[in-house]
Each structure stands twice: as structure tokens, then as C-alpha cells.
């Protein structure tokens, strides 16, 4: 890698890493409040915020920031890091060891690297996707910096496919895969980067929670289906507080249409 993306991932790997380290130290100790839109919120993701948006603004010197506790309308900008301090927050306020901080490097409003830590499972992937930008990345997708590739197995009864609290519907007679719910936008998605599971549809999630994993689901092989509007490229001067993205991913585009049928019963 040439400077510019070993600085990337260097910083990256450095904010994360300090601040999931209070974060754990937070982890099933705090109280939560709700928001307008009925999602949690702590002190302890405020606090990641400011710390991420603190770093940010003191390295990348004219770029845009775009994050779920803070800055939610789009800069007008060529560069624009879209932050989730803590993706799981249910999950984190009542200690279940699944949440993440979530980092997306976007380029003209379309992410090129991602880059997600969950700390209590010492896990953290990244990836590059260049796509249409014109740029010159690295290319993978990587988890505790070892390469990940997504599943080219056919669907049966003994692989996984995940769910959010919001998408039950598509549990209906004949479903191939046995059903998981993780509680975590970004890892539903990353956990078929992985191979470990074959899809996953998530119905309401927010640009924060896919920034970072859109880009290394594809690094990793996957197929991102948008089913209602493409989340990429970002448009300047747009607030996305209250735009929802929902999404399937699944490990080959082969398989794609095994389960559409079953989105039917997804409200979106």
C-alpha cells in the first residue's frame, strides 16, 4: 500500500482501538435514553463520537463528516468519513457482547473503505472497493488482518442467514436457512464477509450502519441488494437522519434468488 492508504488504516486502527477501550470499560454499565426515532443513545456513544470527530478533524484536514450522533447532513465535500461510534447500542446497554464501531471513507459520496471494530469479540475487519471511482486501492477484504472470503455453498438447513428485529416477516414455511438475529447492522452483514453465514436483510438501517460494511462485504465477494433505494453515492447538502436504506446481502449472486421470494413479507 502507498502512504495515503497506510495512513488510512493506520488511523483507523488507532481511534478505534483507543476508544472501544472505554468503551469497554462502559460495556453494560450505562443507562440509556431514546431518541426521536426510538433508537437508544448513552453517554458512552456521545462521547465516542466527539473522540472520533475530534481525530478526524485534527488529521484529514478538509474532510467532511458524517455521523449518526452529530453531523447528518452530507458535506459538500470529496472526502467525508461516515461514523457509527457504536453500532449495537441495545446490545451494549444490557451486556451482550455483540456491538461495533463502524468507519466509512467515502469518495464523491460513495464509500471505498470500510473499516468496523467490535471490540468484546476482538474482531476487526476492513476492505477496500475501489468500485467505479476511478481510484487506485488496495483490494481485499480482511478480518484481524487476515483475508475473508464469503461462502459459495448452496443454502440448506445447516447455514445461517440473519435477520434485524424488523424483518421478521420473511420467516414463512419452506425458509432454507436456519434464521439468526446478532442485534448489529454492520456485523449481520460482515458475518456473511466471513463465510460464516449465507444473507442477511436488514429493513431500516441508516448510512452509518453500512458505510463500512457495504464496502467490505463486496471486497470479500458478496452481492449488496438495495430493496427500495441505492444508499450510494451520498448527495451534498441532503440530511440523512431520517432516510433508511433497506438491504439483503448474500455471499454469491447465484443464491440471490432463493430467498427474494421471501421478502415479501419484509415491510419497508
Not at 22 to 42: E, H, I, P, R
Not at 55 to 65: D, E, L, M, N, V
Not at 83 to 104: E, H, K, M, Q, V
Request: aromatic share 12%; net charge negative.
Amino acid at each position: 500500500m502507498n502512504d495515503f492508504w497506510n495512513t488510512i488504516l493506520d488511523f483507523s486502527q488507532t481511534i478505534t482501538t483507543r476508544v472501544g477501550k472505554q468503551l469497554m470499560q462502559d460495556f453494560g454499565k450505562v443507562q440509556a435514553s431514546q431518541k426521536a426515532d426510538g433508537t437508544l443513545v448513552t453517554q458512552a456513544d456521545k462521547w465516542a463520537d466527539q473522540e472520533i470527530r475530534d481525530a478526524i478533524a485534527s488529521t484529514f484536514s478538509g474532510y467532511g463528516i458524517l455521523s449518526e450522533e452529530s453531523d447528518k447532513t452530507f458535506p459538500d465535500t470529496e472526502w467525508c468519513w461516515v461514523i457509527d461510534p457504536l453500532d449495537g447500542t441495545t446490545n451494549f446497554t444490557r451486556g451482550i457482547p455483540i456491538w461495533a464501531i463502524s468507519l466509512g471513507l467515502l469518495y464523491q459520496g460513495t464509500p471505498i473503505f470500510g473499516y468496523v471494530h467490535v471490540p468484546p469479540l476482538n474482531q476487526t475487519f476492513h476492505g477496500f472497493w475501489a468500485g467505479s471511482s476511478g481510484l487506485q486501492t488496495p483490494t481485499g477484504a480482511f478480518l484481524n488482518n487476515h483475508p475473508i472470503h464469503t461462502s459459495k455453498d448452496d443454502p440448506s438447513g445447516n447455514h445461517f442467514f440473519n435477520l434485524c428485529s424488523r424483518s421478521t416477516g420473511i420467516i414463512q414455511p419452506g425458509f432454507p436457512c436456519k434464521l439468526r438475529m446478532l442485534g448489529v447492522a454492520s456485523y449481520n452483514f460482515l458475518t456473511v464477509a466471513t463465510g460464516a453465514v449465507l444473507g442477511g436483510v436488514e429493513a431500516t438501517p441508516k448510512v452509518w450502519d453500512i458505510a463500512g460494511a457495504w464496502v467490505i462485504l463486496q471486497a470479500a465477494g458478496g452481492c449488496w441488494i438495495s430493496l427500495k433505494d441505492q444508499p450510494f453515492p451520498l448527495i451534498a447538502g441532503v440530511d440523512y437522519s431520517d432516510r433508511s436504506f433497506p438491504t439483503m446481502v448474500v455471499s454469491d449472486s447465484k443464491i440471490e434468488s432463493v430467498f427474494t421470494p421471501f421478502l415479501k413479507g419484509v415491510k419497508l
